[in-house]
Structure formats: C-alpha cells, structure tokens
C-alpha cells in the first residue's frame, strides 16, 4: 500500500494525511530516495498498444474501456541500468535511470480479484509488477497466475503488512521469508524484489530482504488514488523512469469505483503525459 508521497519519518509523526493511512487506509513512503527529471507531452501512434513487446492491438479493445492505444515501450536496453548484487543489503530505487520516456506500474497486496481486471489485462498487455502480501492473496491465489501468464511478474510484499520498522531483525525475516516461500510455492517463481509496506524500512529490512535471497526494494514516486495520482514531483508531472504504485482494490476501497476504472484511469493520466508503460523487470539485472 501506499501513496507515493516521499516523506521523512518526521512529516510521517505531524501527521500529514500519512497517520490514518498507517492506519489501514492506505500507507505512506517514509524512507528512500525522492527526485527525478524529464517532462510530459509527446505524440501517440494509434495503431499499437502499450505491451513492453510491442505488441499490436485492436483499438476497439482499448476503445471498450474508455481508452486509446498507447504507444509501446522501446525495447529494454541489453545492459540494464539497476543492477542487483548478492553482496551487502538489499539495493533500493524508486525509479529506472533512463532518458526514454516511460514510467513502470505495479500493483500491490491482492485484496481485489476482479475477473474484469484479468480481462482487461489480457486484451491492453500493459505491463505491471505485482507485489503480493500473502494475507491478501490467499483466499485465491489462483486469480493472479492468469496474470502472470501474460507476463507480470510476481514481487514480494511481506506476509501481512506490517510496518517493517516497528520490528526487529528476526520479525522483519519472517516477514519477507515467510511471504518468498508462500509465492515461490504458488507460482513457481523467484521473486527478486521486495515493496516494503508503506515505504517503511531502514538496515534490518535491506539485510532481511538480502537474507531471504530479494536483493533489490522498489519503492515509488507516484501512486493512483482512485481517479487522482499523486506526485513526489510539486508540479504533478511523470519523469522518465519512475515507478508508479497501485493496488488491487475494489469499489469497497475505491469509493464506488471498479479496478478497471481505476487502472484506465492511470492508463490515461500516463497516456496524457506522452509516457509508454514497460515492465520493470527488464530494466532490473538480478544478481547472477
């Protein structure tokens, strides 16, 4: 969870809009690094979709939820700009260094499984990372393999949300380790990145990541608030490279509002900016 405001621990404890949200209601980054650069604007060809491959899709799809073809990302540099090593704490980012103009998406926890979401994933191919905490996912975690299957990868994001911080070195392990076997289990995949809640963590959470074999914590500079995005950024814009949070959330969550709705709603805020959507892991090297 989370919403992608970049903030110290003090502004945390004063109280801005962040206290309820490590309530329950949301979350807010607390730690990492903040900034970037790059604009908006720029041209969209019409004819192909948003997939990280490039691949073509039928602008009726996209017209049938509200939407217009975004243009694809380029293809992944072969020499990838996070670079991830088995030696030492776990690396954290918050964006992708690159001039290109693309942003990231990923989704966390798994409360919301709504069969449209995987319909709409299925005929967009717009990439994403799923950050899955096992409390969410496991009355169903048969709802994300469709998902995976088209390509979105499955990251780690701890057994139940806790703030990370509040625990010890041992707690903050069993956290993490807990979670990587549950998805290494379900999914038959490795997850090699890890979302703390809330953007909480400091050196016990680096090293227990390390330990449970995630070597890189991806944090965010914005995140998708139903209709609205907030911005690390005052003047609201998206900067090449940033990584853009969501969730899994339904109409309980989201005022009214469906998954779907909320998703083209980010689809179209990013589209306006003249940005494509990549998958985050093909700009990621883990370690060998």
Same mark, same amino acid.
């Given at each position: 969870?989370?919403?992608?405001?970049?903030?110290? +621990?003090?502004?945390?404890?004063?109280?801005?809009?962040?206290?309820?949200?490590?309530?329950?209601?949301?979350?807010?980054?607390?730690?990492?690094?903040?900034?970037?650069?790059?604009?908006?604007?720029?041209?969209?060809?019409?004819?192909?979709?948003?997939?990280?491959?490039?691949?073509?899709?039928?602008?009726?799809?996209?017209?049938?939820?509200?939407?217009?073809?975004?243009?694809?990302?380029?293809?992944?540099?072969?020499?990838?700009?996070?670079?991830?090593?088995?030696?030492?704490?776990?690396?954290?980012?918050?964006?992708?260094?690159?001039?290109?103009?693309?942003?990231?998406?990923?989704?966390?926890?798994?409360?919301?499984?709504?069969?449209?979401?995987?319909?709409?994933?299925?005929?967009?191919?717009?990439? +994403?990372?799923?950050?899955?905490?096992?409390?969410?996912?496991?009355?169903?975690?048969?709802?994300?393999?469709?998902?995976?299957?088209?390509?979105?990868?499955?990251?780690?994001?701890?057994?139940?949300?806790?703030?990370?911080?509040?625990?010890?070195?041992?707690?903050?392990?069993?956290?993490?380790?807990?979670?990587?076997?549950?998805?290494?289990?379900?999914?038959?995949?490795?997850?090699?990145? +890890?979302?703390?809640?809330?953007?909480?963590?400091?050196?016990?959470?680096?090293?227990?990541?390390?330990?449970?074999?995630?070597?890189?914590?991806?944090?965010?500079?914005?995140?998708?608030?139903?209709?609205?995005?907030?911005?690390?950024?005052?003047?609201?814009?998206?900067?090449?490279?940033?990584?853009?949070?969501?969730?899994?959330?339904?109409?309980?969550?989201?005022?009214?509002?469906?998954?779907?709705?909320?998703?083209?709603?980010?689809?179209?805020?990013?589209?306006?900016?003249?940005?494509?959507?990549?998958?985050?892991?093909?700009?990621?090297?883990?370690?060998?």
């Amino acid at each position: 969870m989370g919403t992608g405001v970049s903030a110290a +621990f003090g502004r945390l404890a004063a109280g801005v809009g962040c206290a309820a949200l490590l309530a329950g209601l949301g979350g807010c980054k607390v730690a990492g690094a903040s900034g970037s650069s790059g604009d908006g604007g720029g041209a969209h060809g019409p004819e192909r979709g948003g997939g990280a491959d490039g691949t073509r899709v039928d602008p009726a799809a996209w017209a049938k939820w509200g939407l217009t073809p975004m243009r694809p990302a380029p293809a992944p540099p072969a020499d990838k700009p996070i670079k991830l090593s088995r030696k030492g704490p776990a690396k954290v980012f918050s964006a992708v260094p690159t001039k290109e103009k693309i942003v990231f998406i990923t989704i966390d926890d798994g409360a919301e499984k709504d069969p449209k979401f995987v319909e709409m994933a299925r005929e967009l191919r717009v990439p +994403f990372s799923m950050f899955l905490m096992d409390d969410a996912v496991r009355t169903n975690y048969g709802y994300f393999k469709p998902l995976q299957a088209l390509g979105n990868h499955i990251q780690n994001h701890t057994l139940n949300h806790p703030v990370m911080r509040s625990l010890g070195p041992e707690g903050q392990k069993r956290q993490i380790c807990g979670d990587q076997s549950i998805l290494e289990r379900q999914y038959a995949t490795k997850p090699f990145l +890890f979302r703390p809640p809330y953007g909480a963590y400091n050196l016990a959470t680096q090293e227990a990541a390390a330990a449970c074999g995630i070597h890189g914590i991806a944090l965010w500079h914005e995140s998708m608030q139903i209709h609205d995005m907030q911005y690390d950024d005052p003047a609201k814009k998206l900067h090449p490279g940033d990584i853009v949070l969501a969730h899994f959330r339904g109409p309980k969550e989201l005022k009214g509002s469906t998954m779907t709705q909320m998703f083209a709603a980010m689809l179209k805020k990013i589209h306006k900016q003249g940005f494509a959507v990549a998958r985050l892991e093909d700009y990621v090297r883990p370690p060998a």
